[in-house]
């Protein structure tokens, strides 16, 4: 994964989620592409998609489970995990995490 992004333009108002416990920022890049960065704190959360997302995890330490999974896989700095378009996942996320979503 990339360290750093050129050319980006950044959205500066934050995505906020459960009640602030998941906040992110949408970078666009130059050919109209969107990722959003974004810190996840410790608990357990649902979030559903639109768009098929691809999630990396930068820093920290959580478990996921698709929608149409029963079992959770772990996750932690170096990993990623793709979610289809329009369905959800849970996370539990042990230790405050650091990622990088990529949508389509």
């Not at 920290?60 to 700095?77: F, I, M, N, S």
Request: hydrophobic fraction near 35%; include cysteine.
């Amino acid at each position: 994964m990339t360290e750093r992004f050129e050319g980006v333009s950044i959205v500066k108002k934050a995505n906020v989620y459960h009640g602030g416990q998941c906040t992110s920022r949408t970078v666009i890049f130059p050919d109209g592409e969107m990722k959003t960065l974004g810190i996840i704190h410790p608990g357990t959360y649902r979030f559903s998609t639109e768009a098929p997302e691809h999630m990396q995890v930068i820093a920290g330490h959580a478990r996921y489970k698709l929608a149409d999974e029963t079992e959770w896989h772990e996750v932690q700095a170096g990993d990623s995990f793709a979610v289809p378009g329009n369905s959800h996942f849970d996370i539990e996320v042990l230790d405050l995490l650091d990622y990088a979503c990529s949508y389509g």
